[in-house]
């Protein structure tokens, strides 16, 4: 599966933001996806994670009510809609597919990665 991730930018503190994550090569649905990030100097961690149906969301409690994970399987892209952005938000942000069941939340699980796209959130 490849991955590429993009729709980072600068944006001030309080505005919206959408990534998108495009893939190839693979059926799609067959592949959960997550969003992770990685702000200077810290380990990446999890944002976002959903099921390949779409059915299923997941989130780290930090960006929890503010984003939203979804997916188009006819489109082979999953989405990261990002609501009321703070400065703390500001990392390089990374899809992610993983295959079969289990946890969303660590990054072992995950099988593939697209390249970041890094988002700035200015206070």
């Known amino acids: 599966v490849q991955l590429q991730a993009f729709g980072g930018g600068l944006v001030q503190a309080g505005d919206s933001l959408r990534l998108s994550c495009a893939a190839s090569g693979r059926t799609f649905s067959n592949y959960g996806m997550g969003w992770f990030r990685q702000a200077p100097g810290k380990e990446r961690e999890f944002v976002a994670g959903?099921?390949?149906?779409?059915?299923?969301?997941y989130y780290a409690d930090s960006v929890k009510g503010r984003f939203t994970i979804s997916r188009d399987n006819a489109k082979n892209t999953v989405y990261l809609q990002m609501n009321s952005l703070k400065p703390e938000d500001t990392a390089v942000y990374y899809c992610?597919?993983?295959?079969?069941?289990?946890?969303?939340?660590?990054?072992?699980?995950?099988?593939?990665w697209g390249q970041g796209t890094l988002v700035t959130v200015s206070s």
């Open positions: 959903v099921s390949g149906s779409g059915a299923r969301t």
């Open positions: 992610a597919a993983r295959y079969g069941g289990g946890t969303y939340y660590p990054i072992t699980e995950y099988d593939y």
